[in-house]
């Protein structure tokens, strides 16, 4: 493919860091790099958080499921727009996933549509900050204050967003990151859960360590170590930390990068798709340039538009199929007809740290092109 729809970053100083590691002899986690790497992300979350270094951002969800204590028959409310990755660890737990609709504007979950699906038995609502672009967090944050419930920040793909000056991951009790290597800095897999309810950080501490209290033992709290809690396997080995941590000390400059590409696209399209069908970033919020993305008027157009672009050489993609469309919800009797129709309407353009701006005004070109022979098309008919 001529243009991909993703190349992995690759800044070229990771292989230092990984012989350093070989070097070192120690390669599973809690070596050099995971610790330097979970003080980054400190510093970028807050240092009244804790912040622990993961296998995948799944298993940090899975991890959220065993903090928040999920019994079956709990609720857990979440957009069906969102990656199988959000629903399966409370799913696994036997909770009840409860499907709410998105804002058509911004793709994430709707504040104004999730009271009426609170009940006595909602523990938690997740919230998705899809693309990178911060959700309505201060409207859900009073909703979980208001009715006793725990928030949870799926920032997968938010990583150094912000909303009003503060960053993404830092308004929930728990919140989750990706190190996917689609995302704007990645170890090919890996992820992170952070921490902001001081309750939750003793236990975190003996989830992170397979259920056992090795932390109190090793600090001399406790003079016996023991198996005290259920939990798994969640870290990170010191290979991927090594892999993440040089992207982590250039997080500015590689989504600085990533949203001038953003915006490049954003002009570049301005004066051939409708702004509604562009995405919206609020101005009390900062993205971090992770996803850019247009709606066509119908799914059919979009196949051809995809198929045009692959002719052209260019890769092109669509994304989640709603959740509660999957064959295991098929009789859930659920129907989410903005969700559906964004699912079904949305193509994400290439973008990565490499794309140059003459790849982008190519791009725009032929987007140009397939809708003005749309519109000969249509007057022929």
Same mark, same amino acid.
């Given at each position: ?51 622990? !270094?993961?296998? @995948?951002? /799944?298993? +940090? ?12 028959? %709990? #609720? =857990? ?39 009426? !699906?609170?009940? @006595?038995? /909602?523990? +938690? ?12 967090? %201060? #409207? =859900? ?60 950080? %003793? ?179």
């Amino acid at each position: 493919m001529k243009i991909p729809f993703n190349l992995p970053l690759r800044l070229g100083t990771e292989i230092q860091y990984l012989q350093e590691v070989i070097k070192r002899q120690k390669f599973s986690a809690e070596g050099y790099y995971s610790k330097l790497a979970a003080q980054k992300l400190q510093k970028i979350f807050s240092p009244t958080s804790r912040v622990h !270094l993961t296998s @995948s951002c /799944t298993t +940090a969800m899975e991890m959220a499921a065993l903090l928040l204590d999920i019994k079956p028959d %709990d #609720e =857990i409310i979440m957009p069906s727009f969102t990656h199988v990755g959000t629903a399966n660890p409370f799913l696994r737990a036997g909770a009840e996933i409860v499907w709410c609709e998105i804002d058509a504007r911004c793709m994430s979950i709707d504040p104004d549509k999730i009271e009426a !699906l609170i009940t @006595s038995r /909602t523990k +938690a609502i997740v919230a998705v900050h899809y693309a990178g672009i911060p959700c309505k967090i %201060d #409207e =859900i944050r009073n909703i979980c204050k208001n009715n006793g419930i725990y928030f949870i920040e799926d920032c997968a793909m938010a990583i150094g967003s912000t909303y009003k000056d503060r960053s993404v991951g830092t308004f929930g009790d728990l919140a989750v990151i990706s190190f996917h290597e689609t995302k704007n800095i990645h170890c090919g897999e890996g992820g992170a859960i952070v921490i902001n309810n001081e309750n939750m950080l %003793d236990r975190s501490e003996i989830l992170m360590n397979c259920g056992t209290n090795k932390n109190q033992f090793e600090s001399g709290k406790t003079d016996h170590y023991s198996w005290i809690s259920k939990s798994s396997n969640f870290k990170m080995s010191e290979l991927q930390a090594a892999f993440l941590f040089p992207q982590l000390l250039e997080l500015q400059k590689i989504n600085n990068k990533r949203i001038d590409n953003w915006n490049s696209y954003y002009n570049s399209f301005s004066g051939i798709i409708p702004k509604d069908n562009l995405p919206f970033a609020p101005e009390f919020s900062k993205h971090n340039g992770h996803l850019f993305y247009i709606h066509t008027s119908s799914r059919r157009e979009r196949d051809e538009l995809i198929a045009f672009f692959k002719k052209n050489e260019i890769e092109a993609v669509f994304h989640y199929i709603p959740l509660h469309n999957a064959p295991i919800w098929d009789n859930s009797g659920v129907t989410l007809p903005i969700t559906e129709h964004a699912a079904g309407t949305i193509l994400r353009m290439p973008l990565y740290y490499d794309l140059s701006i003459d790849n982008i005004v190519l791009i725009a070109e032929k987007i140009s092109e397939f809708y003005s022979e749309k519109r000969i098309e249509n007057q022929l008919i």
